[in-house]
Protein backbone atom coordinates (compact mmCIF):
# COMPACT_ATOMS: atom_id res chain seq x y z
CA UNK A 1 0.00 0.00 0.00
CA UNK A 2 1.17 3.46 -0.72
CA UNK A 3 1.23 5.57 2.10
CA UNK A 4 0.63 8.90 0.07
CA UNK A 5 1.21 12.31 2.20
CA UNK A 6 0.46 15.51 0.31
CA UNK A 7 2.82 18.26 -0.06
CA UNK A 8 0.81 20.94 -1.18
CA UNK A 9 1.63 24.62 -2.19
CA UNK A 10 -0.89 26.92 -1.50
CA UNK A 11 -0.82 30.48 -3.16
CA UNK A 12 -3.37 32.21 -1.56
CA UNK A 13 -5.16 34.90 -3.56
CA UNK A 14 -6.66 37.96 -0.28
CA UNK A 15 -9.07 38.87 -2.55
CA UNK A 16 -10.79 35.30 -3.14
CA UNK A 17 -11.28 34.34 0.47
CA UNK A 18 -13.18 35.31 3.78
CA UNK A 19 -11.22 35.68 6.95
CA UNK A 20 -13.63 33.05 8.16
CA UNK A 21 -12.61 30.65 5.12
CA UNK A 22 -8.95 30.98 6.06
CA UNK A 23 -9.63 29.65 9.44
CA UNK A 24 -11.22 26.46 8.53
CA UNK A 25 -8.45 25.70 5.80
CA UNK A 26 -6.20 26.47 8.77
CA UNK A 27 -7.96 24.21 10.93
CA UNK A 28 -8.41 21.37 8.09
CA UNK A 29 -4.87 21.46 7.51
CA UNK A 30 -3.87 21.40 11.02
CA UNK A 31 -5.82 18.41 11.82
CA UNK A 32 -4.41 16.61 9.03
CA UNK A 33 -0.97 17.28 10.14
CA UNK A 34 -1.62 15.75 13.56
CA UNK A 35 -3.51 12.48 11.65
CA UNK A 36 -0.17 12.58 9.79
CA UNK A 37 2.16 12.54 12.71
CA UNK A 38 0.04 9.67 14.40
CA UNK A 39 0.06 7.59 10.97
CA UNK A 40 3.47 7.55 11.35
CA UNK A 41 3.67 6.57 15.09
CA UNK A 42 1.67 3.76 13.67
CA UNK A 43 -1.37 5.01 16.01
CA UNK A 44 -4.04 4.22 13.20
CA UNK A 45 -7.27 4.48 15.05
CA UNK A 46 -6.34 8.05 16.51
CA UNK A 47 -5.08 9.07 12.69
CA UNK A 48 -8.42 8.22 11.64
CA UNK A 49 -10.10 9.90 14.23
CA UNK A 50 -7.88 13.02 12.79
CA UNK A 51 -8.44 12.85 9.37
CA UNK A 52 -12.46 12.70 10.01
CA UNK A 53 -12.16 15.70 12.24
CA UNK A 54 -10.15 17.75 9.14
CA UNK A 55 -12.97 16.03 6.59
CA UNK A 56 -15.75 17.63 8.71
CA UNK A 57 -14.65 21.14 8.30
CA UNK A 58 -13.53 20.19 4.69
CA UNK A 59 -15.36 17.10 3.27
CA UNK A 60 -13.53 18.04 0.13
CA UNK A 61 -9.74 17.71 1.11
CA UNK A 62 -8.50 14.82 -1.12
CA UNK A 63 -5.40 14.54 1.42
CA UNK A 64 -7.78 13.93 4.64
CA UNK A 65 -9.79 11.16 2.19
CA UNK A 66 -7.06 9.56 0.98
CA UNK A 67 -5.19 9.27 4.16
CA UNK A 68 -8.40 8.48 5.97
CA UNK A 69 -8.60 5.54 3.49
CA UNK A 70 -4.99 4.54 4.43
CA UNK A 71 -5.53 4.32 8.03
CA UNK A 72 -8.40 2.10 7.25
CA UNK A 73 -6.42 0.45 5.35
CA UNK A 74 -3.50 -0.43 8.14
CA UNK A 75 -6.72 -1.30 10.67
CA UNK A 76 -7.15 -4.09 8.16
CA UNK A 77 -10.46 -2.71 7.67
CA UNK A 78 -10.33 -3.33 3.63
CA UNK A 79 -14.12 -2.80 2.76
CA UNK A 80 -13.65 0.57 4.52
CA UNK A 81 -10.76 1.46 3.02
CA UNK A 82 -11.93 0.56 -0.25
CA UNK A 83 -14.69 2.91 -0.51
CA UNK A 84 -12.92 5.69 1.25
CA UNK A 85 -10.34 5.52 -1.57
CA UNK A 86 -13.25 5.70 -4.81
CA UNK A 87 -14.40 8.47 -2.86
CA UNK A 88 -10.87 10.45 -3.12
CA UNK A 89 -10.67 9.15 -7.07
CA UNK A 90 -14.52 10.98 -7.50
CA UNK A 91 -12.87 14.79 -5.68
CA UNK A 92 -9.73 13.97 -6.56
CA UNK A 93 -8.69 16.07 -9.98
CA UNK A 94 -4.74 15.00 -10.60
CA UNK A 95 -4.24 11.76 -12.02
CA UNK A 96 -2.05 10.78 -9.86
CA UNK A 97 -4.15 10.27 -6.92
CA UNK A 98 -6.23 8.74 -9.19
CA UNK A 99 -3.63 5.76 -10.18
CA UNK A 100 -2.59 5.67 -6.68
CA UNK A 101 -5.94 5.51 -5.04
CA UNK A 102 -7.10 2.73 -7.88
CA UNK A 103 -3.66 0.89 -6.86
CA UNK A 104 -4.82 0.44 -3.23
CA UNK A 105 -8.14 -0.58 -4.18
CA UNK A 106 -6.88 -3.32 -6.19
CA UNK A 107 -3.99 -4.02 -2.77
CA UNK A 108 -8.07 -4.53 -0.77
CA UNK A 109 -8.93 -7.07 -3.13
CA UNK A 110 -6.32 -8.75 -3.11
CA UNK A 111 -5.63 -9.00 0.95
CA UNK A 112 -9.51 -10.44 -0.05
CA UNK A 113 -8.08 -13.13 -2.66
CA UNK A 114 -10.42 -11.36 -5.56
CA UNK A 115 -8.56 -11.55 -8.07
CA UNK A 116 -10.82 -10.33 -11.07
CA UNK A 117 -11.92 -7.01 -9.09
CA UNK A 118 -7.50 -6.71 -8.24
CA UNK A 119 -6.97 -6.86 -11.98
CA UNK A 120 -9.82 -4.15 -13.28
CA UNK A 121 -8.59 -1.92 -10.45
CA UNK A 122 -4.69 -2.27 -11.40
CA UNK A 123 -5.76 -1.74 -14.77
CA UNK A 124 -7.47 1.59 -13.84
CA UNK A 125 -4.69 2.45 -12.00
CA UNK A 126 -2.26 1.58 -15.24
CA UNK A 127 -5.06 4.04 -17.60
CA UNK A 128 -4.47 7.08 -15.19
CA UNK A 129 -0.10 6.17 -14.56
CA UNK A 130 0.87 3.73 -17.57
CA UNK A 131 4.34 4.47 -16.24
CA UNK A 132 3.90 2.78 -12.84
CA UNK A 133 6.14 -0.86 -12.93
CA UNK A 134 4.62 -1.52 -9.46
CA UNK A 135 1.05 -2.11 -10.70
CA UNK A 136 2.13 -3.78 -13.67
CA UNK A 137 3.86 -6.22 -11.78
CA UNK A 138 0.80 -6.57 -9.29
CA UNK A 139 -1.52 -6.89 -12.04
CA UNK A 140 0.37 -9.64 -13.77
CA UNK A 141 0.87 -11.47 -10.13
CA UNK A 142 -3.42 -10.78 -10.16
CA UNK A 143 -3.83 -12.29 -13.65
CA UNK A 144 -1.67 -15.36 -12.37
CA UNK A 145 -3.55 -16.30 -9.72
CA UNK A 146 -6.81 -15.94 -11.22
CA UNK A 147 -5.80 -18.45 -13.92
CA UNK A 148 -4.67 -20.76 -11.14
CA UNK A 149 -7.83 -20.33 -8.85
CA UNK A 150 -9.96 -21.39 -12.50
CA UNK A 151 -7.86 -24.34 -13.06
CA UNK A 152 -8.38 -25.23 -9.35
CA UNK A 153 -12.02 -25.06 -9.82
CA UNK A 154 -12.17 -26.68 -13.09
CA UNK A 155 -10.44 -30.00 -11.72
CA UNK A 156 -11.97 -29.82 -8.95
CA UNK A 157 -16.00 -29.62 -10.94
CA UNK A 158 -14.67 -32.60 -12.69
CA UNK A 159 -13.85 -34.26 -9.39
CA UNK A 160 -16.98 -33.61 -8.21
CA UNK A 161 -18.72 -34.84 -11.27
CA UNK A 162 -16.89 -38.00 -11.13
CA UNK A 163 -17.18 -38.69 -7.63
CA UNK A 164 -20.91 -37.88 -8.19
CA UNK A 165 -21.19 -40.61 -11.02
CA UNK A 166 -19.34 -43.28 -9.07
CA UNK A 167 -21.96 -42.58 -6.14
CA UNK A 168 -25.18 -43.30 -8.66
CA UNK A 169 -23.34 -45.85 -10.51
CA UNK A 170 -23.00 -47.45 -6.81
CA UNK A 171 -26.16 -46.95 -6.04
CA UNK A 172 -27.47 -48.31 -8.80
CA UNK A 173 -25.48 -51.77 -8.23
CA UNK A 174 -26.58 -51.62 -4.77
CA UNK A 175 -30.20 -51.34 -6.40
CA UNK A 176 -29.61 -54.31 -8.49
CA UNK A 177 -28.19 -56.36 -5.49
CA UNK A 178 -30.83 -56.07 -3.29
CA UNK A 179 -33.32 -57.10 -6.12
CA UNK A 180 -31.56 -59.84 -6.89
CA UNK A 181 -31.49 -60.99 -2.83
CA UNK A 182 -35.15 -59.92 -3.00
CA UNK A 183 -36.21 -62.51 -5.88
CA UNK A 184 -33.82 -65.38 -4.06
CA UNK A 185 -35.87 -65.27 -1.20
CA UNK A 186 -39.00 -65.30 -3.07
CA UNK A 187 -37.64 -68.38 -4.95
CA UNK A 188 -36.48 -69.68 -2.00
CA UNK A 189 -39.70 -69.34 0.11
CA UNK A 190 -42.06 -70.80 -3.02
CA UNK A 191 -39.74 -73.28 -2.81
CA UNK A 192 -40.23 -73.92 0.54
CA UNK A 193 -43.97 -73.82 0.40
CA UNK A 194 -44.21 -76.38 -2.14
CA UNK A 195 -42.15 -78.79 -0.21
CA UNK A 196 -43.91 -78.55 2.86
CA UNK A 197 -47.50 -79.34 0.46
CA UNK A 198 -45.53 -82.48 -0.56
CA UNK A 199 -44.68 -83.77 2.80
CA UNK A 200 -48.47 -83.22 4.24
CA UNK A 201 -50.43 -86.22 4.21
CA UNK A 202 -52.57 -86.74 1.57
CA UNK A 203 -56.13 -88.60 1.25
CA UNK A 204 -56.09 -91.87 0.85
CA UNK A 205 -59.13 -94.44 -0.84
CA UNK A 206 -60.14 -96.45 1.57
CA UNK A 207 -60.33 -100.46 0.74
CA UNK A 208 -63.02 -102.33 2.11
CA UNK A 209 -63.20 -106.03 3.00
CA UNK A 210 -65.67 -108.23 1.04
CA UNK A 211 -67.74 -108.05 4.11
CA UNK A 212 -68.05 -104.81 3.90
CA UNK A 213 -68.82 -104.57 0.20
CA UNK A 214 -71.34 -107.35 0.70
CA UNK A 215 -73.40 -105.55 3.60
CA UNK A 216 -72.81 -102.34 1.64
CA UNK A 217 -74.07 -103.68 -1.69
CA UNK A 218 -77.05 -104.92 0.33
CA UNK A 219 -77.88 -101.87 2.31
CA UNK A 220 -77.97 -99.79 -1.10
CA UNK A 221 -80.31 -102.53 -2.46
CA UNK A 222 -83.04 -102.17 0.47
CA UNK A 223 -82.44 -97.84 0.03
CA UNK A 224 -83.49 -98.28 -3.37
CA UNK A 225 -86.12 -100.86 -3.28
CA UNK A 226 -87.58 -98.87 -0.53
CA UNK A 227 -87.61 -96.01 -2.49
CA UNK A 228 -89.12 -97.91 -5.33
CA UNK A 229 -92.19 -98.12 -3.02
CA UNK A 230 -92.67 -94.76 -2.04
CA UNK A 231 -92.34 -93.82 -5.43
CA UNK A 232 -95.74 -96.17 -6.41
CA UNK A 233 -97.90 -95.21 -3.25
CA UNK A 234 -96.85 -91.51 -4.32
CA UNK A 235 -98.51 -92.33 -7.55
CA UNK A 236 -101.25 -94.94 -6.41
CA UNK A 237 -102.22 -92.33 -3.96
CA UNK A 238 -102.64 -89.23 -6.86
CA UNK A 239 -106.19 -87.86 -7.34
CA UNK A 240 -107.22 -88.27 -10.59
CA UNK A 241 -110.34 -87.75 -12.67
CA UNK A 242 -113.75 -89.12 -11.52
CA UNK A 243 -116.22 -89.29 -14.45
CA UNK A 244 -119.93 -88.27 -13.32
CA UNK A 245 -122.94 -90.78 -13.98
CA UNK A 246 -125.37 -88.99 -15.20
Known sequence: ????????????IATL???????AQEGTSKLIRQGNAQYKKQQYADAEASYKKALERNN????????????YYEQKRFDAA???????????????VKADASYNIGNTFMEDKKWEESIKSYKASLKAN????QARYNLAYAQAMLKKQQQQGGGKDDKENKDKQKD??????????DQQKQDQKQNQDEKEQDKEQQQQPQPKPSKLSPEEAKRLLQNLAQQEK???????KKVKGTPGSVEKDW
Open 17 to 23: FAQAGAF
Open 226 to 232: KLQEDKM
Open 168 to 177: QKDKKDQEKK
Open 82 to 96: RQQYANTIKTATGKD
Open 130 to 133: PADE
Open 1 to 12: MRKYIFHITITV
Open 60 to 71: KSVEGSYNLANS
